[in-house]
């Protein structure tokens, strides 16, 4: 019996890691010992998507955009483009129209308006006749039609920065507008007054849109993925993200689909902090992805006794001879340097038997070792 015991706890005890930390890991009840080796560790990548609902976003523009237009004074006052001429007009648009594909977003709408004009005679500035009646358009014969649309193509730069860049469509007639009982055909000037205003509004979204600085709420996301994470009876988990990178930034609908990779050392500490990086540029990478978790169990002996014991204490060995059935359950481990320096580790036991195994002989960083002594009853 005593034999078969010694077998069961030298099986138990004895290990041959390679040199580095030692490393304890709990797996079917049993205890094992194997190792980390020295040197750089492997990054983890790790790829986040994520998807943001584009719809909320064209809801605030549809109620944060006027839906009605009109000249200074409508309907009432005129406006005076130069001596000869003056206008006014009343535009409304239809519901805004988007479309997003890839990296950029189309926006569209129908608009209706109608325009009431006059003429004179002058010579230079000087007027040489009264204004002609008005001629109306749009009225009569029901609004006339323009279809409008603007597209922004959205990127961001290694800095954070998002860039977007507004361009006009030109606009097209559905319907003509022509005027004055001649039935006289304006449409082309209504366009070129039309895209004179679009132009202006394509300025005030460029000013207002064309960079917006994200690196503050990046940064602020960054900090909380490189703040630690306590694990009870473990220490703390540190992801330590040291590189992103942004594989894919498109549209499709109503989705707007973000994707970022992100390079890692994921890490348990057990005593100590982990490494926090500043944010870095965006980068470009193709790393396959993947997840490592290292655990940093380089402790003192006291430490690293308390985390063993509380990891292994109550771990029951069934040790059998036969038909008759024994058992031992781990109540306490204790690791110290020998006079040699070498690593020693005391293991206390009870159940069918009580007693200590002792473990030395073991180098720093361990590079083999053997069971020099057991006692037990």
Known sequence: MKHRLRQHLSALAESRPKAGLVRFVILFGSLFFTSLSFGQRPNSYIVLPIQVQLQPLFAAAEASVDSVFTSPGWPDGWVEADCATRYKYRFRRQPLRFVAQGNRLQIAFTGLYQIVGSTRGCVGKTVISPWTPACRCGFDEGERRVEVGFVADVQITPTYQLITTVKRLEPRPADKCTVCFWGQDITAEVMKGLKAELDASVKTMSAAFGRIDMKPFVTQAWNRLSAPYPISGLGT???????????????????LNLTLGLAAAPQVNIQGGGTVFPLPNLGKTTAAPGFIVNMDAALPYDSLSAVVTGAAKGKRIEVSEGLIKKHIIIQDIKFAADTAGKLAMHLGFDGSFRGTVQKAGCSIPPSGCSIKALYGS
Do not use: I, K, T, Y
């Open 237 to 255: 988990f540190h992801l330590q993200p040291s590189a992103m990178s942004l594989q894919q930034l498109s549209a499709s609908g109503n989705l």
